[in-house]
C-alpha cells in the first residue's frame, strides 16, 4: 500500500540575524535588516508546497551564560531580532500558499492585541495565518515588560488555558456572515451578528468585539511546542500543529502517541493534530561528501560549545559558563524554562560522560533523528521514519541558514520526497489549516 504522504515546515529564526558566520551567508551581517533572505526562502519553500514557517521569537537580549550579554552580541545569538509579525508580513506578501506561523508570547500582549494582529495577518495573507502560541521561559524577557519574573513553569500554562479562551471568544466575536457589503442595502456589516465577549477571567479580561473584523480562518491554525506533561496537556488541547523535539523514534512516536491520546480523551479527533519533528538533515552529494559534512558539524559542535551552550542557557536560563566542561552534568539541575531540552541533556549525559561529551552529542547529533546521506537516502530514511513513528511530518531546522542550504532542501530533497509520493506536488487549498487537513 502507497505510504501516506507526510507535511513539512521550517522553524525558522526568522526575525534575527540568521547564521551570519557561518559559509554561504554572503554579507547577511549588513543586509538582515531586510527580510530578503527570508523572502527568498519563503518562497522557495512554497515552491517545494511546505505546509508553513514557524517564525520562532524571544523577547530579550541572552545573559545567561557567565551572566554577561557578551557572546550573545558578539555572535548574533537571537540578537539584533525583529518583530516577528512584521517579518511575518513581508513574507505573506512574497507568497500565495504557504502558511506562517508567527511566535508571540502570552505575557507579552494582552490577548485583545493578540487576537487582532494574528486576524489581521489572516485577512492580508488570505487565510495562511498561523500563531506559535508560547509562554516564555525567561525572567529576562519578563523584565522587559516591567514585570518581576515569569510565573512558575505549570501556572504559566494555566494562564495560557484562560488567554486562549479569551482570544477564541474574541475570534468569535463576529459570527459567519457578518460582513454583508451590499451597496443596494447599503450595509456594510450586520451589528446583529457582531458581539462584545465580556470576558472577565481571573488573569485576563476584554470586553470585545475584535475591531479588526473576523479571520478568513474563522480563528487562525494554532502551532505549540510544549513538551514537559503540563505543556503537552496544552498542546492537545489546543494546538493543531505541535512542533517536537524528542531524541530518537521511541521517544518521538511516544510523544506523538502521548499528545494523541491525551486529546482523544477531550474528545478531539487526533487525526485534526499535525505532529512535527524537528529535523536537521546532512545532504550531499554522494555518500562521502555527507560523511565529511558530518564529521564536520560534529567539529563544529565542539569548536563553538560556548556559543552553543550560551544558547542553551538562555532558553533554560542555567549559567552553564561557570560549569566544568570536563565534569558530568549536575543531575540536580532544575529549569524553569524549556524543561525537554535540559531533560534531553541529562539523558545524554547519562553514565558519568562529561558536560563537553554530552553538549557535543547533543548539539552535533540530529535533532529528532539522525539523516545523513544523498538526496535519495535522506528521502527513504525520512520515508521509513515516518512509518515507524506513525506520522505527521518534519520541521527542519537548520543552524546554517543559506539560500544554498534552503536550495538543498526546496530543490534538492524534497523533489525526492516528492518522487516517492511523499511529499505533495501542489498545494490542495487556499488557506493554511485545509491544507494542514488535507493528509
Ligand atoms: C520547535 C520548537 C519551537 C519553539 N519556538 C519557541 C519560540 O519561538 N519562542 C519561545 O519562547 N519558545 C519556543 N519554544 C519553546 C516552547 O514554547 C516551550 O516553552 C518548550 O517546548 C518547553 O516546553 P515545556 O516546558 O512544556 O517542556 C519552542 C520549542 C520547540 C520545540
Redesign the pocket.
Known amino acids: 500500500m502507497a505510504q501516506r504522504p507526510f507535511h513539512l515546515g521550517w522553524?525558522l529564526q526568522g526575525s534575527s540575524v540568521q547564521a551570519w558566520d557561518e559559509p554561504w551567508t554572503g554579507s547577511i551581517g549588513q543586509d538582515w535588516r531586510h527580510p530578503d533572505l527570508f523572502i527568498d526562502m519563503a518562497r522557495a519553500l512554497e515552491r517545494a508546497c511546505f505546509d508553513y514557517i514557524?517564525l520562532?521569537?524571544?523577547s530579550y537580549v541572552g545573559e545567561a551564560y557567565g551572566g554577561s550579554r557578551e557572546i550573545y552580541l558578539k555572535h548574533g545569538l537571537s540578537v539584533p531580532r525583529q518583530d516577528p509579525s512584521v517579518v511575518a508580513t513581508l513574507l505573506f506578501a512574497a507568497t500565495k500558499r504557504i502558511g506562517v506561523a508567527t511566535?508571540l508570547?502570552t505575557f507579552t500582549h494582552h490577548p485583545y492585541l493578540l487576537a487582532r494582529i494574528i486576524a489581521t495577518l489572516d485577512q492580508v495573507s488570505g487565510g495562511r495565518a498561523g500563531w506559535?502560541m508560547?509562554?516564555?521561559?525567561s525572567d529576562l524577557a519578563a523584565r522587559n515588560y516591567g514585570l518581576e519574573g515569569l510565573p512558575e513553569?505549570d501556572l504559566r500554562y494555566d494562564m495560557a488555558d484562560e488567554y486562549m479562551a479569551c482570544v477564541n471568544a474574541l475570534w468569535d466575536s463576529w459570527e459567519p456572515g457578518a460582513i454583508v457589503a451590499d451597496r443596494e442595502s447599503g450595509v456594510l456589516v450586520d451589528h446583529t451578528k457582531v458581539h462584545a465577549v465580556d470576558f472577565k477571567g481571573r488573569w485576563y479580561s476584554s470586553r470585545g468585539p475584535l475591531n479588526s473584523g473576523p479571520c478568513i480562518q474563522g480563528r487562525p491554525v494554532i502551532a505549540q511546542?510544549?513538551?514537559?506533561p503540563?505543556?503537552?496537556q496544552f498542546a492537545a488541547t489546543h494546538g493543531e500543529t505541535i512542533?517536537?523535539?524528542p531524541k530518537g523514534i521511541e521517544a518521538m512516536k511516544s510523544y506523538r502517541e502521548d499528545v494523541r491520546a491525551r486529546a482523544a480523551a477531550m474528545g478531539r479527533d487526533p487525526d485534526s493534530i499535525k505532529v512535527l519533528f524537528?529535523i536537521n538533515p546532512i545532504i550531499g552529494e554522494s555518500a562521502e561528501h555527507a560523511e565529511l559534512r558530518r564529521l564536520q558539524r560534529i567539529a563544529d559542535a565542539d569548536r563553538k560549545i560556548a556559543q552553543r551552550l550560551a544558547h542553551f542557557s538562555k532558553v533554560t536560563n542555567i549559567d552553564f559558563g561557570g560549569m566544568d566542561l570536563d565534569k558530568p552534568i549536575d543531575e540536580t539541575l532544575r529549569t524553569n524554562g524549556?524543561?525537554?531540552?535540559l531533560d534531553t541533556l541529562k539523558k545524554m549525559g547519562a553514565g558519568g560522560k562529561t558536560l563537553r561529551q554530552a553538549f557535543t552529542d547533543y548539539s552535533g547529533t540530529g535533532l529528532s533523528v539522525d539523516l545523513c546521506g544523498t538526496v535519495d537516502t535522506v528521502a527513504g530514511r525520512m520515508a521509513e521514519v515516518m512509518q515507524e513513528v506513525g506520522g505527521d511530518g518534519f520541521?527542519f531546522?537548520m543552524g546554517d541558514v543559506s539560500r544554498r542550504v534552503v536550495a538543498e532542501v526546496a530543490d534538492g530533497l524534497v523533489p525526492a520526497l516528492q518522487a516517492r509520493g511523499l511529499t505533495r506536488r501542489a498545494y490542495g487549498h487556499a488557506t493554511f489549516r485545509e491544507n494542514l487537513l488535507e493528509f
Open positions: 522553524f514557524l520562532e521569537d524571544s511566535t508570547a506559535n508560547v509562554t516564555g521561559s513553569h511546542a510544549g513538551g514537559s503540563r505543556g503537552r512542533v517536537a523535539n524537528l524549556h524543561q525537554q531540552n520541521l531546522s
